[in-house]
């Protein structure tokens, strides 16, 4: 029978194996799959794995340092790029979702492409792949590797990707990559985290990027999530998540006439995100957490829930 410590065992012995004093560069999100591949080869080969975590500006908000932080104190080898500006500028203007996809997935690429450059000699590309990225390679929602293939099949393919391939969850589900990072001691927290989307609140800002519109959507998001934590209700919901509305509706603060922003708050339930259904959040839950937002975010004067399961609605709006 299959057990976690067993896999870490013959897996830790394959990669040193395979490996032997080669070094392999491995990109990390700050998901749980990335992190728990990348456990798992420092595991067998130490300061030869050398982890790249990108900050593409549009991650929750203080997730960069907050993660980079607990990265290292894992004793990964880990560079923190934070190329917020180069996304941001590159974004700027843009409307079009499958667009900002586009230049998300090509700015990633040029960025980790330098970062791999620095690593002399790196012979491996370390993933966190898991079985069912491989079934469904290039996926409808587009991963990280569906984003890559559509950006590069025009010119030749950047230098990290001629790198061999080490995929050590490839023949994991999610269940078992969260009880293999468990029996190695990661926290709960990396572990039990939601799925977030590769492009990041890039596509929870619905129209044009600013740097405004990020700021207030990390805001706004923190407010839903800590209170989600804050009221046990973080695990029971599959992804949750908050969406900027290009509207702006009249509303009243003491004596005066506001024409604000509205946002969107979304929290589903799913098993593998192809169909979510809407999560019935506790009322006392909305009201606060709803009078929070308008209270402290400035240029929020209105908060909708979305009530739309999945299909026909996706669990993004874009
Ligand atoms: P939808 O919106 O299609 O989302 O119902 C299903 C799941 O996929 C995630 N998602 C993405 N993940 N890049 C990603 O890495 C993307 O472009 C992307 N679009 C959607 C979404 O957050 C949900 O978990």
Redesign the pocket.
């Known amino acids: 029978t299959w057990t976690p410590d067993a896999f870490v065992e013959a897996t830790v012995a394959e990669l040193k194996e395979k490996i032997g004093k080669d070094k392999v560069i491995l990109g990390l999100s700050g998901g749980v799959d990335s992190t728990v591949a990348a456990v798992l080869l420092h595991k067998a080969i130490g300061k030869q794995l050398h982890c790249i975590f990108v900050n593409n500006g549009l991650l929750r908000k203080n997730e960069f340092t907050e993660v980079l932080d607990q990265y290292e104190h894992m004793g990964l080898n880990v560079k923190g790029v934070d190329a917020s500006a180069r996304f941001l500028n590159a974004l700027e203007g843009e409307s079009d979702p499958e667009k900002k996809?586009k230049i998300i997935g090509g700015v990633f690429i040029d960025v980790f492409d330098d970062e791999a450059h620095k690593v002399e000699d790196a012979k491996w590309l370390g993933q966190g792949t898991i079985y069912p990225d491989v079934i469904e390679s290039v996926s409808a929602?587009?991963?990280?590797s569906a984003?890559i293939k559509s950006h590069h099949n025009v010119g030749g393919l950047p230098d990290f990707m001629k790198l061999k391939v080490v995929e050590p969850l490839k023949m994991l589900f999610k269940d078992e990559v969260r009880r293999v990072g468990a029996s190695m001691d990661l926290e709960p927290e990396r572990l039990g985290r939601h799925?977030?989307?590769?492009?990041g609140l890039a596509?929870r800002i619905l129209g044009d990027i600013t740097r405004e519109k990020v700021a207030i959507l990390q805001e706004v998001d923190a407010i839903f999530i800590n209170g989600l934590k804050e009221w046990g209700l973080y695990d029971q919901v599959w992804?949750a998540g908050a969406i900027l509305l290009p509207v702006q509706s009249v509303g009243v603060m003491g004596d005066e006439r506001t024409y604000e922003k509205c946002v969107a708050l979304r929290a589903v339930e799913s098993t593998d995100?192809m169909t979510?259904d809407w999560v019935n959040l506790p009322y006392e839950f909305l009201q606060k957490t709803s009078n929070d937002i308008i209270n402290k975010v400035p240029g929020v004067n209105r908060v909708v829930y979305d009530i739309s399961s999945?299909p026909p609605a996706?669990?993004?709006w874009e």
């Open positions: 996809r929602t587009g991963g990280p984003t799925p977030f989307p590769g492009p596509i992804q995100g979510a999945k996706t669990i993004e």
